[in-house]
């Protein structure tokens, strides 16, 4: 009974969706129909409108070559009468000469002949040109719509457009905004607008139907690009798709993509430092001792060392690098960042301690000598910081120094622009601008940091303040420098 009552329920189940779906059909035979009467609608419209067009242009010519028509007419009209008053002209003077035929005194003859001399000279029948001024032609008003008549019976339902190829080489990624820019595979003139949808998403590959936000459309784009702004810094934008519309219908969308604004993140490299800088991930610090006070001396541990912070602790992989360091040496206290610069525009920012006695915040291209310190070879710029004895604020290149007569800031920011070949500092704080550096770079960048007594913590992965874009428009439309140590390297 439990079994048959099941086969009952599945039963009742699937009439009702076969009545469902016999509805379903019902109701789309019904929409062909309906869609099929508003097409033939909108078909008898477009000819109404191709036949008054017709009309229209019919009446206009028609009105041209009868305007045509009288004006050839009317010239005509005139030199037939000009023909006439001068043919009555000369008849007149024929009798008058005819007349004086007949005159038997010699003198008067003279005289008669004398005035019909004259009158003949300045007869206007002599002066008539022989020929109509217009043709009887009006073969140049003919049309010839045998090209028209194959577009016209050319003329067939508006094909679907093909997808847009998004073109992900042409794509352009900056800090919050996104030029995303496609083209299509053939060429279709009938193409209206372009229709764009993205949705955000912070992983990679293609759609996942869980968890996903909501498309967000952009519609009637008429050009093969467009710019996505406001977006937030350092996430990833998927599914970025095109469609291509044309009056009556969209077509398929294009194959998605995923673009990203990208952070310039790194790290301070714990191997590349001088052996008396303590170095963990984004700070650095002055050790005198370098790195033997937390080390075993002669086989006893030193029982004076105080326990490490956990921020600094020797047990993490880049403290236990610290022994076979042997990168910088002598007075180089110097540490690189994990990774270079070789395009874009990237910005990060120095904090120093307040006791730090002296340092240098730059950029250096790979392979910095042993015993190199930071602007004092052609191949790094930096600004330098100096609080021994007395404070000394400069720029430094190619080991020639600019004072900079300016308050040091707590926080300085480094703008990075490695195609436009420019290097700037701020004061992280008001943006105001320190100094900067023109060149072109000819070598990928790695951030550099000199250390004496005190520390530096480094923030990456920041966004350009939109202060710093604005000062570096300004500065760019000036086209002036603000760097006496600018060189092309």
Known sequence: ??????????????????????????????????????????????????????HEMKG??????????ARKIQALQDQLDQCSRALESSEELLELAVQSLDIKNPVELLEAARQIKDSVTVASAFRLSLKPKV?????????????????????????????????????LVADNCITISWRVPEEDSRIDHFVLEYRKTNFDGLPRLKGEQRWELVDYIKATQYT????????????????????????EYSDPVTLETKAFVFSLDSTSSHLNLKVEDTYVEWDPT?????????????????????????????????GSRDRFAGESYTVLGDTAVESG??????????????????????????????????????????????TTFSAKHNNKAKTLDIPVPDRIGVYCDFDGGQLSFYNASSKALLHT?????????????????????????????????????????????????????
């Open 290 to 322: 370098g790195g033997k006070g937390q080390e075993k001396i002669k086989g006893k541990e030193n029982k004076n060392s105080n326990t490490a912070s956990p921020k600094r602790s020797t047990n993490s992989p880049r403290a236990l690098a610290r």
């Open 437 to 489: 550096f023109r060149t072109k770079f000819t070598q990928p960048l790695l951030p550099g940091f000199m250390i004496w007594c005190g520390g530096l913590t480094v923030s990456t992965g920041l966004q350009v303040p939109s202060a710093v874009k604005t000062l570096q428009k300004s500065e760019n439309g000036l086209g002036g420098s603000t760097s006496s140590l600018n060189n092309v390297a």
């Open 228 to 251: 996505l702004s406001g977006l937030k810094f350092d996430t990833k934008y998927m599914n970025l798709r095109v469609q291509a519309c044309n009056k009556a219908v969209a077509g």
């Open 135 to 171: 043709s009887d032609s009006m073969t140049h008003m003919m049309v010839d719509f045998a090209l028209e008549k194959r577009m016209l019976q050319a003329v067939k339902f508006l094909p679907v457009p093909k997808a847009p190829e998004i073109d992900v080489a042409a794509c």
């Open 345 to 390: 525009q990237h910005y990060w920012e120095v904090r120093a301690q307040k006791d730090c006695k002296s340092y240098s915040v730059g950029v250096t291209y790979r392979n910095p000598g042993k015993f190199d310190q930071l602007g004092k070879t052609n191949s790094s710029w930096c600004i330098h910081i100096n609080n021994w004895l007395q």
């Open 1 to 54: 009974q439990e079994t048959l009552q099941r086969i009952v329920s599945t039963l009742v189940n699937k009439n009702d969706e076969i009545h469902n779906f016999i509805d379903m059909l019902n109701h789309t035979i019904s929409n062909v129909q309906v869609n099929s009467s508003n097409a033939i609608s909108e078909l008898d419209e477009e000819f109404d409108g191709l036949y008054s067009v017709l």
């Open 60 to 69: 206009s010519m028609a009105s041209t070559i009868q305007q045509e028509e």
